[in-house]
């Protein structure tokens, strides 16, 4: 291939293989051409300049976190990773609000602002592994997400790269602003098809209260469901609600005990950072959990054992890995059909002989059905999953709740949005990547990538 | 003009008068052809196909209380009014939601999910006159915005109709997804540019505990400003933190008596609904405000008497119209920099001789700098309005903070967003209208639609 021109660029084939995939089991990877390392804007612009003129795809990559695909390698592109980028640029106190570079990772950023006093919410199960960048591109959500909303509530402003090397920048820094089309969020969520984020500026909070934590014990899974919608119809915003069943509590406790009695069916953990109002929140959250059949309630007056208690929750998906085969899906429902997501999960697990360890963002529907299994099983597993997506369309509810589309799910796309939101798709996306450049087969379909298939899997 | 095929159309000059214009000064009128008062999403089909079919300019309307010439007629065109779809179509309790058509007013649909115990917060100052589906197209703010957020943090999905008549539905009703590009965000705040919306699935809160409310009184406005920034710095929370200057107090008391001491340079009014909360985050307000040379603080424990003050902030508007000619703007600032807009205010209305009453959403730095004036002095009532625009921009804010760029501030949009910016809105726009027959002139520039000056002032 005509030469990079930009000096961070290597073409050493293991260093290639290792930088051409993330996290997601059952997607394609191609054969990249080269991997460019950015240090700097000018990296990235001189990157695409290059990679327009040429026709060649490129593939931006955070820490190569991602769940569904986002960030593999088609075949002849060129890996663009922001990883290097990693740099909190500023952190203004008095307006709550950070500017940082993509490659920031998740859980630096967070230490750095509540050196200040600050909070910044958003909390992958990957914070302290993703990057902002990462984040952005998949508008990724996480534990707080039933309180502070997802990582596009947090983008103010980013600066952008377009597909030819134009450099942009979109938002601003004031808390309100509608000049022109929010490109800020068209930007989010765009898994890196539209353009590459190497600014963002992030809102903050104020340190949050240390919150309480409550859990409580369910014998029957769906009833930790009904739990869910019963408290948050009343108006409740915890500052988390999350969700174990069995199988991912006893995947868990393979790392680490949680205590739980046996025979645990699932539980809920619920914190309030409402300072106070926290314990009136935590009581509530008693009483539906009680109405909902909870077989027993403890609401914890000590936050050190909430951390505890969080920090398990938080091993769920490393303790998944350590099964031969793991599948982690995604999908998000209504709160009212949480019981059903759960009972259907138990059903289909049940139909294709695998195990599905279910956790899950419950206060706001979002649930990680994971399926666990044999290497031999790996056809089961993928009609489970197949079966789990669906199941989660016809309860109202959405393919992907923060993973992204990927190349995981981008078949699926077409039946959850119709033909005329499809053409709108390859409209602003045929708008801003004319040339169809960056990171192909991503959201809109195209000649490049695959299907996602057990046949094509790699590792 | 080829017959419409809609059954509400009329041709009535009288009637196309009436519908021409919203209520933006110094923006120019075109002469419509039509109007259709749409009372179904076939209505708007049927009149989008025929305007693409016959390459006819087609304005959406809500209840045309927009204050940039966002629903101004251009001449030919065709006025689609929405406001006769006004059905609230469903609030379900238990999800928080609420799915309801374009024409519903604001409080009308504030006050019917307040009957269920839920609240709606985006509250422009227009909410009694306004209608939903103009806030999503302006991206309406509001007095509860500091602490809630604006109308797009609030809507889940869209019905919109594209320009050739296609239906598409974008968002969902879960509270997380990210199955696609995020095009709800991308409507909301395009001032019908892009298409028309036709159905609006809006968030829900439970009911707030009923506010607390703080006056602090200030011999300096500037003060105030300071006081702003001092007391969100530390970060709170207030559930309303607005401005008023002595211009406007004078203003609204010719309505209202509002029983502030003579002398009275500018108020802040603070809000806390944080229940338990509420009282200390009115003392730290009131701290703030005297740390920053308030002449005096008052906190409230009669809820009515905070009423009765927020009633005679929301007369501001009504109160500005009260005098021969006014332009009212809309800039954002971070709020550290308050104090130099609310200072900068005051050195251009002496510097052109125009009085300027100045209110705002301080929580927000969002401001409304209002040029009063007779009838002779348009022209410096003009130039002190962009002078106004252009503190904005220099103090790092942004030309409208939550009254969108319509006709009024077209011009501008292109010394606050860079070249890049503004060619990927016209990417944007060319790929989902791209006969430029949505609402042209708005937000991106074209051939229609005009300058707006005093030359060319209807009224």
Partial sequence: MTQLPVGATTEDPDVLAAYARDRASFCPVGQPAALVRARSVDDVVETLQWAYENRVPVIPQGARTGLSGGANAVDGCVLLSLEKMDRILEIDVEEQIAVVQPGVINARLAAAVAEKGL??????????ISSIGGNVATNAGGMCCVKYGVTGDFVRALQVVLADGRVTRTGRRTAKGVAGYDLTRLFVGSEGTLGVVTE???????????????????GDAADAGRAVAHYLGQ????????????????????????????GTGAVLIAQSDAGNNAAEELKAFERSARACHATDVVVGDDPAE??????????????????????????????GKLAELIAGVERIAAEHDVMIACVGHAG?????PTVLFDLDQAEQAQRAFDAVMRLGLDLGGTITGEHGVGLLKREWLARELDEAALWAHHQVKQGLDPRGILNPGRVVSSASGGRASPDRRSS
Avoid: W
């Fill in 306 to 335: 909430g951390d505890l208690l969080m920090q398990g929750r938080r091993l769920a998906g490393q303790s998944f890995e350590e099964y031969p085969g793991s599948l982690i899906d995604d999908v998000c429902v209504p709160r």
């Fill in 364 to 368: 706001d529907g979002n649930m990680h």
């Fill in 200 to 218: 963002v500026t992030v809102a903050l909070r104020s340190a949050a209260a240390r919150p309480l934590t409550a859990v409580a014990f369910f």
């Fill in 119 to 128: 909070y910044y919410p958003p909390d992958p199960g990957s914070k302290d």
């Fill in 235 to 262: 108006g409740f915003r915890p500052s988390v609600l999350e969700f174990m069943d069995a199988a991912s509590i006893k995947a868990i406790s393979k790392i680490k005990d949680l205590g739980f009695p046996p």
